[in-house]
């Protein structure tokens, strides 16, 4: 089975702001960016679609010819918990350099630390296995966190080196289960 994730467009925040699960707007070139990303899903013919339910990956899916996709919980961003929405330099919770130091197993505070996230995404992607033919294609618009936690899943970084390469802004990234 091959799997397409499709990381959202560039999103309408300060940069430097910490927004996770934040419901966020997306920037006013998001009918360029999605464009470009239609064009680069043309070839391919999915035998099914999932989104994250932020409205970010949603509009991006209907976009690109996907209105009815499956949502589903375990495709949201890493949850920040209290850091949600604050610019990174401005979070004076001493919890944030031990997040930094090991984001690994450190939850943010009243948030997720990368391995539930980890967790989420290895759970969808395990049912996905388990329901899908083996010559199936799918598609999952989502987003940044998300397409690590799936490189991990399918073997192709390891997670120390997780962080180093977020895919960017309406990035597709295929794996094979």
Known sequence: MEVYLI?????????????????????????????????NLAAYTFDAVYTSPLTRCVKLATYCGYPDARQDDRLKELFMGDWEMLPFDEIKDPQLQEWYDNFLSV??????????LRARVSSFLKELANSAGRNHQIAVFTHGGVLLSAQLYAGISRPENAMQKLPSYGEIIKISI
């Open 7 to 39: 990381r959202h467009t560039s999103v309408d925040v300060l940069q430097g702001v910490c927004y996770g699960q934040t419901d966020v707007p997306l920037k006013p070139s998001f009918e360029q960016e999605a464009e470009i990303v239609k064009g």
């Open 107 to 116: 939850p943010t505070r009243n948030g997720e630390s990368f391995r539930d």
